[in-house]
């Protein structure tokens, strides 16, 4: 059996856009349970903004050198060569 091009080229094309309609689906379906899940879970899982402690959030010197060695050593540089002006925990 010989094949025209055409056809094989709509065929390719009809497969990728079943394959990315599958993802999508599949993608909503996985995000709605998840999301089902964690309206479950939040309200027994997150403690309330008052009982977080405010020493815990703290920038210290140690977290400093940590992220100014990390980034020293990405950068290919010297320690003393980085100014670190500001940090805050997300």
């Known amino acids: 059996m010989d094949y025209s091009n055409l056809f094989v080229c709509l065929m390719g094309l009809c497969t990728v856009f079943i394959g990315l309609i599958c993802i999508i689906i599949l993608v909503s379906v996985m995000s709605n349970v998840v999301r089902r899940t964690d309206k479950k879970t939040a309200s027994a899982a997150i403690p309330a903004p008052a009982a977080v402690s405010t020493a815990a959030s703290a920038v210290t010197p140690e977290l400093v ?26």
Do not use: H, L, N, T
């Not at 990405?74 to 500001?86: C, L, Q």
């Open 65 to 90: 050198a940590a992220v100014a060695a990390a980034i020293a050593e990405d950068m290919g540089s010297d320690v003393s060569a980085i100014r670190i002006v500001s940090m805050k925990k997300i």
